[in-house]
């Protein structure tokens, strides 16, 4: 007690108790936290604590840690002996048995304030009792930039914090909910149809009409929200089928407008806006699907062909994402404040977009909590397969903003080969909680790993192999540091900080086919449970690196602080 080592931990993290009691710290422990909690005192009641979101959107809101006297709403009882913890296998090991020597010091300290609380989430906390030398494992209203309509939100403000463009890293984002936000969606929708357009009438060159890939009908209907696939559809395409000779001649006005704003462009203007009735846009979008996704033609003269390779010259000076977009239009539509990939949708047509958005009742993701994203289609894949990074960091203080990168991270794969014309969840997803629902498809590499994880380490080998060493040091790493920076300072004015405090991140990345890494979201509380043996040494890992850089170094600065890099104090 004199030393202020009394400790609170919530939810399933063995490693951080573990760590924290062969450092002499005594744990107070909490009343169970599983879905019901029962009191044994007098009638025998079961009670169940109050749910609500979390700062990184969904998952179920535990009992409130009071921090003076155990967790509401039973804030009267703070026997720990009669509220015992619901651990899991590996708690028990931790744990030992239930009358050790731990439950015997945490009653001796029931009644004490916990110096150091590591939990799931802040609302578990009330933050109201806490004192000035208490150690909390998160900050306040840092949904600024870990859900994904605040990260959409807080990068918009970006240009006007620093000299960045946030579409040199950030997939470009629109929030649905808001009616400016829409309509500069469907603009740019429009926009990159055209621009798609572009691209595929010059896959082939000279006067012959250009076909696209045609793609058998598997499924019928469209959208993830109905079969949980979405595919374009079938090609009824045969030579002597329509083609559309005055596409690319519309396609070549409308990017020539766009140029022309583009080069014009201020600050103070969002999405530019080309002349919005020089076509019929229902007509060329129609006309668009059925070349990019049903094998229709076009007919492209020299002429035209010399003018599509310049205009997209021009436009990709202006237009960061350009490469990266791809020439299918497909886009992502995502709830705001949902994690762990629930209620994604991915599609290719801007009427299932808008009608999704509409049509959803759930709570989290009614219209006003959607965003839609463009969908990185030029991407680098292993083995044919897509795969994502997940990145962890550490803020040990906002004012002045402290950020500490961690130098090892891993890889998620999907279960199935990449494919832009079969848009299911295990191709397109790679969360592990998505992911796990699949098996490995019969068409998948066998040199993908059968756990769908991979460390960096094995990344930077595969890279080698590839004769591209170097991108990891000079293009990747680099890359994450400067998008989680950028990300942290556009909502720097909105999280609400205390001193002592700190928070451990997940960032999520892809890689683009020049190996750009793209940010994808941050995660205030990233998954700690193995999935892997790499990810059950990394995860334990970090832990006790976060806590040798939150508590060791406060004693010792010259102490170790494990894979922990500091990359920007203020």
Same mark, same amino acid.
């Given at each position: 007690v004199?030393e202020? %080592?009394i400790?609170?931990?919530? =939810?399933?993290?063995?490693?951080?108790?573990r760590e924290?009691r062969?450092?002499g710290?005594v744990?107070r422990?909490?009343?169970?936290?599983?879905?019901?909690?029962?009191?044994h005192?007098g009638?025998?009641?079961k009670?169940r604590?109050?749910? =609500?979101p979390s700062?990184?959107?969904?998952?179920?809101?535990?009992?409130?840690l009071n921090?003076?006297?155990?967790?509401?709403p039973f *804030?009267?009882?703070?026997?720990?002996?009669h509220?015992?913890?619901l651990?899991?296998?590996?708690?028990?090991?931790?744990d030992?048995?239930a009358?050790?020597?731990?439950n015997l010091?945490?009653?001796?300290?029931?009644?004490?304030?916990?110096n150091?609380?590591?939990?799931n989430f802040?609302?578990a906390?009330?933050?109201?009792?806490?004192?000035?030398?208490?150690?909390?494992n998160?900050? &306040?209203r840092?949904?600024?930039?870990?859900t994904?309509?605040g +990260?959409?939100?807080?990068?918009?403000?970006?240009?006007?914090?620093e000299?960045?463009?946030p579409n040199?890293?950030?997939?470009?984002?629109? $929030?649905?909910?808001?009616?400016?936000?829409r309509?500069?969606?469907?603009e740019?929708?429009?926009? /990159?149809?055209a621009?798609? +357009?572009?691209?595929?009438?010059?896959?082939?060159a000279g006067?012959?009409?250009?076909? /696209?890939?045609?793609?058998?009908?598997?499924?019928?209907?469209?959208?993830w929200h109905?079969?949980?696939?979405?595919?374009?559809?079938?090609? /009824? &395409?045969?030579?002597?089928?329509?083609?559309?000779?005055?596409?690319v001649?519309e396609?070549l006005e409308?990017?020539?407008?766009?140029?022309?704003? *583009?080069r014009?462009q201020?600050i103070?203007r969002?999405t530019?806006s080309?002349?919005? /009735?020089?076509?019929?846009w229902? $007509?060329?979008l129609?006309?668009?699907?059925?070349v990019?996704?049903?094998?229709?033609?076009?007919?492209?003269?020299? #002429?035209q062909?010399?003018?599509?390779?310049?205009?997209l010259?021009?436009?990709?000076?202006?237009?960061p994402q350009?490469e990266m977009?791809?020439k299918?239009n497909v886009w992502?539509?995502k709830p705001? &404040?949902e994690?762990q990939?629930?209620?994604?949708?991915c599609?290719?047509?801007?009427?299932?977009?808008?009608?999704?958005?509409w !049509?959803?009742?759930?709570? !989290?993701?009614?219209?006003?909590?959607?965003?839609?994203? %463009?969908y990185?289609?030029?991407?680098?894949?292993?083995?044919?397969t897509?795969?994502d990074i997940?990145q962890w960091?550490?803020?040990t203080?906002? %004012?002045?903003?402290?950020?500490?990168?961690? #130098?090892?991270c891993?890889?998620?794969f999907?279960?199935r080969?990449f494919?832009?014309?079969?848009?299911?969840r295990a191709?397109?997803?790679?969360?592990?909680?998505?992911q796990k629902w699949y %098996?490995t498809?019969?068409d998948?590499d066998?040199?993908?790993p059968?756990d769908?994880?991979?460390?960096n380490k094995q990344?930077q080998?595969?890279l080698? #192999?590839?004769?591209?060493?170097?991108a990891?040091?000079?293009?990747?790493v680099?890359?994450?540091?400067?998008?989680?920076?950028s &990300?942290?300072?556009?909502a720097?004015?909105q999280?609400?900080?205390?001193k002592?405090?700190f928070?451990?991140?997940?960032?999520?990345?892809?890689?683009?086919?020049?190996f750009?890494?793209?940010?994808l979201e941050?995660?205030?509380?990233?998954?700690m449970?193995p999935?892997s043996a790499?990810?059950?040494?990394?995860?334990?890992?970090?832990? $006790?690196?976060t806590?040798?850089?939150?508590?060791?170094?406060?004693?010792?600065?010259?102490?170790s602080?494990g894979a922990?890099? +500091?990359?920007?104090?203020e």
């Amino acid at each position: 007690v004199q030393e202020k %080592k009394i400790f609170t931990v919530q =939810g399933p993290y063995p490693i951080i108790r573990r760590e924290l009691r062969a450092r002499g710290w005594v744990e107070r422990k909490l009343p169970s936290t599983g879905r019901q909690l029962v009191q044994h005192h007098g009638n025998q009641n079961k009670q169940r604590p109050e749910t =609500g979101p979390s700062n990184s959107g969904g998952g179920q809101k535990e009992a409130l840690l009071n921090p003076y006297g155990g967790a509401q709403p039973f *804030l009267g009882t703070t026997d720990p002996l009669h509220y015992s913890w619901l651990p899991t296998e590996e708690e028990e090991q931790c744990d030992e048995d239930a009358n050790s020597i731990h439950n015997l010091m945490s009653y001796l300290v029931r009644d004490r304030l916990p110096n150091f609380i590591w939990t799931n989430f802040l609302e578990a906390t009330d933050c109201e009792l806490l004192q000035q030398d208490n150690v909390v494992n998160h900050y &306040a209203r840092v949904d600024a930039f870990t859900t994904k309509e605040g +990260l959409c939100l807080s990068l918009q403000k970006l240009p006007w914090i620093e000299q960045a463009d946030p579409n040199t890293f950030f997939p470009r984002c629109y $929030r649905l909910g808001i009616m400016d936000e829409r309509e500069a969606f469907i603009e740019d929708f429009r926009l /990159t149809a055209a621009r798609s +357009l572009l691209k595929l009438a010059l896959e082939e060159a000279g006067d012959r009409p250009v076909r /696209t890939q045609q793609v058998p009908n598997l499924v019928k209907g469209a959208g993830w929200h109905k079969g949980h696939v979405s595919y374009p559809k079938c090609s /009824t &395409a045969r030579p002597g089928s329509p083609l559309y000779p005055e596409l690319v001649e519309e396609a070549l006005e409308v990017c020539k407008q766009h140029l022309g704003i *583009l080069r014009h462009q201020d600050i103070d203007r969002r999405t530019p806006s080309p002349c919005r /009735t020089c076509i019929d846009w229902d $007509r060329f979008l129609q006309q668009y699907y059925r070349v990019a996704h049903e094998g229709a033609g076009l007919v492209l003269t020299k #002429q035209q062909r010399k003018e599509c390779q310049n205009l997209l010259q021009h436009l990709a000076e202006q237009l960061p994402q350009l490469e990266m977009e791809g020439k299918l239009n497909v886009w992502i539509l995502k709830p705001g &404040a949902e994690s762990q990939g629930r209620g994604i949708i991915c599609t290719t047509r801007l009427e299932e977009v808008l009608q999704l958005a509409w !049509s959803c009742t759930a709570p !989290s993701v009614q219209v006003g909590r959607w965003v839609v994203q %463009k969908y990185v289609e030029r991407l680098l894949t292993i083995f044919g397969t897509k795969f994502d990074i997940r990145q962890w960091f550490v803020v040990t203080d906002w %004012k002045p903003l402290t950020v500490w990168f961690y #130098q090892d991270c891993y890889l998620r794969f999907c279960s199935r080969p990449f494919s832009l014309y079969h848009l299911e969840r295990a191709r397109h997803l790679c969360n592990v909680s998505v992911q796990k629902w699949y %098996k490995t498809s019969a068409d998948q590499d066998p040199r993908v790993p059968h756990d769908k994880i991979w460390s960096n380490k094995q990344f930077q080998e595969y890279l080698a #192999q590839l004769g591209q060493a170097d991108a990891w040091p000079q293009v990747l790493v680099p890359g994450m540091k400067a998008a989680i920076l950028s &990300a942290l300072r556009s909502a720097q004015d909105q999280v609400r900080f205390r001193k002592g405090s700190f928070e451990l991140y997940g960032a999520d990345f892809l890689v683009g086919e020049d190996f750009q890494p793209w940010l994808l979201e941050i995660n205030s509380c990233p998954t700690m449970s193995p999935s892997s043996a790499v990810t059950r040494q990394l995860c334990a890992n970090v832990q $006790r690196d976060t806590l040798c850089l939150v508590l060791d170094r406060k004693d010792n600065s010259t102490s170790s602080i494990g894979a922990f890099e +500091l990359i920007y104090k203020e």
